[in-house]
């Protein structure tokens, strides 16, 4: 099936930092969302990207959909103690019909911030 | 406007039972999709219901099977539980099918003893 790979695994920086991950795929995506989730929540939706290239912004996040539709990019500028939690990124793949067409996952990005 | 919501947030089951999950999507939206959340294996996709069938279903058996009412509220089952099954399972909501952004629940914590 399909796989996305996300990294870092885990970033531990420093208050007022900024903060870069990203995802890869060896398929193309027709949609990549950006997730937070904390513990004991859901997945909160951060940014969606439509279109290739396309850079999109949500306070101090910016996403960007990869030129070749395979990756996608997460910033974080200027990090707060309650951006701690884990990203996700997801994709949605071109339509397949094979049945199995839910969106994709990466592992995710720990971020921990250290006042 | 509220928010996904499931039930029950907790549950402990043993093995071989069965459970079921419920979930409310926003109001307005008619697509339910089902995650399963582990630490091994991450988010992964159980199925997804638009207009009360299923449209897409992921690589999990039999034992997992869900339906959608036509007020879109779903339900999830799964049956003969397995140690492997503990989770938190997630229910996702869209207005239309794919093409639009999901939103999640907070989710079902299950756990088989």
């Known amino acids: 099936g399909q796989q996305l790979n996300q990294s870092p695994q885990s970033m531990f920086i420093q208050e007022g930092e900024d903060v870069s991950m990203n995802c890869t795929s060896s398929?193309?995506?027709?949609?990549w969302l950006w997730y937070k989730q904390e513990p004991g929540e859901g997945p909160v939706l951060l940014i969606a990207l439509y279109k290739a290239g396309e850079l999109t912004s949500n306070g101090r996040l910016t996403a960007q959909f990869g030129i070749t539709r395979k990756d996608s990019f997460l910033n974080i500028s200027a990090s707060i103690p309650s951006d701690v939690g884990i990203y996700f990124c997801a994709g949605l793949p071109l339509y397949s019909g094979g049945g199995a067409d839910g969106l994709t996952f990466g592992k995710g990005t720990h971020l921990i911030i250290q006042p | 406007k509220a928010g996904v919501t499931q039930t029950p947030r907790y549950l402990i089951k043993t093995r071989g039972q069965q459970v079921t999950l419920s979930c409310s999507p926003i109001?307005?939206?008619?697509?339910v999709s089902w995650y399963q959340q582990t630490p091994g294996q991450g988010l992964q996709f159980l199925f997804e219901y638009f207009s009360e069938t299923q449209r897409n279903k992921g690589n999990f058996p039999g034992r997992f099977s869900g339906r959608q009412f036509s007020n879109s509220r779903s339900e999830m089952n799964v049956s003969t539980l397995e140690l492997g099954d503990s989770a938190l399972y997630l229910c996702?909501?869209?207005?239309?099918?794919?093409?639009?952004?999901?939103?999640f629940g907070p989710g079902t914590r299950l756990t088989v003893l």
């Open positions: 398929s193309i995506f027709n949609t």
């Open positions: 109001s307005g939206h008619r697509s």
């Open positions: 996702a909501s869209s207005l239309y099918r794919r093409t639009d952004t999901q939103y």
